[in-house]
């Protein structure tokens, strides 16, 4: 690598010949650290990082005994929709509580499509509150279940429309004494 006491000092068009060299070179190497295949077998698994900055930090190579990249990647997938799931439960029980502060009891009638999904939009044109968090009715059932063993004071009942159509359900907080 050129010093900077190498560089000629009166010659501009040497000197930008010299820097041109340079981030040639360097520009050679990140390609060929990009371009080089993942290193695979076990015990070793590849990934990228993001720094505090948002930028990309990688490869990285790491030495974990009994796992390959594929594993850790099954890993990482299978952790983020666990996450996603207790966050989506979380965030139904959490909008419920809102709700119920001012509406109380509260009810929603979904539409259902032909295919036995709720529709995106209840029977009124509103938006769907408790809705966002199950998609069907069997798993509005077991959310409503599920609310209902951790909140007592919670009473769900539902309706249905007998060819199919809609469903509503109304939830009513027992006030304590």
Request: glycine share 6%.
């Amino acid at each position: 690598m050129a010093k900077l006491s190498d560089l000629p000092r009166n010659n501009g068009a040497e000197t930008e010949q010299i820097i041109q060299k340079l981030l040639q070179r360097n520009m050679d190497i990140l390609e060929r650290a990009r371009s080089k295949q993942p290193i695979r077998g076990n015990g070793f698994i590849m990934f990228r990082n993001v720094n505090q900055f948002g930028t990309t930090v990688g490869p990285m190579l790491q030495f974990r005994p009994g796992e390959t990249t594929e594993t850790a990647r099954a890993r990482e997938v299978e952790e983020q929709a666990a996450y996603l799931k207790r966050s989506i439960e979380q965030d139904a029980k959490e909008a419920l509580d809102n709700i119920l502060e001012t509406h109380n009891p509260y009810s929603e009638t979904f539409k259902i499509k032909p295919d036995g999904r709720f529709d995106q939009v209840r029977l009124d044109g509103r938006p769907m509150y408790l809705g966002r968090f199950a998609d069907t009715p069997a798993s509005l059932y077991q959310l409503a279940a599920e609310i209902q063993c951790e909140h007592p004071r919670y009473r769900f009942s539902f309706e249905a429309d007998v060819e199919g159509r809609w469903l509503k359900y109304t939830v009513t907080k027992i006030r304590q004494r």
